[in-house]
């Protein structure tokens, strides 16, 4: 069964830091572009950041620009969302996300990606 994993999120205050995780099972995820997306309540889901399969490219929404950092592991089929000087409008489940198929650079489209994982609550207080 394939799945994606993610963890690291948690409770923290306005300006402080997180690290989440995305680990892939049932099948490797090196050769796949993937990237993070979160949900805040009674919104839609949003794109945040993606990563090629290299690790070369990356692409980030603009909201996070700067402050979000994106990476990869291959030895560990895990990605990272590295997040820093986090805000309460960072507040949302975060979700990393895998195509079906091959591509050589980044993919921000909602609608390539077809692993998902479970989601992690990520809450800012200010």
């Known amino acids: 069964q394939v799945q994606l994993t993610e963890s690291g999120g948690g409770l923290v205050q306005a300006g402080g830091s997180l690290r989440l995780s995305c680990t892939g099972s049932?099948?490797?995820?090196?050769?796949?572009?993937m990237g993070w997306f979160r949900q805040a309540p009674g919104k839609e889901r949003e794109f945040v950041s993606a990563i090629s399969w290299t690790g070369i490219s990356i692409y980030y929404a603009d909201s996070v620009k700067g402050r979000f950092t994106i990476s990869r592991d291959s030895a560990k089929n895990t990605m990272y969302l590295q997040m820093n000087s986090l805000k309460p409008e960072d507040t949302a489940v975060y979700y990393c996300?895998?195509?079906?198929?091959?591509?050589?650079?980044?993919?921000?489209?909602?609608?390539?990606?077809?692993?998902w994982g479970q989601g992690t609550q990520v809450t800012v207080s200010s």
């Open positions: 996300a895998a195509p079906a198929r091959e591509h050589t650079g980044v993919v921000v489209t909602t609608s390539e990606y077809y692993y």
């Open positions: 049932g099948r490797t995820f090196n050769n796949y572009a």
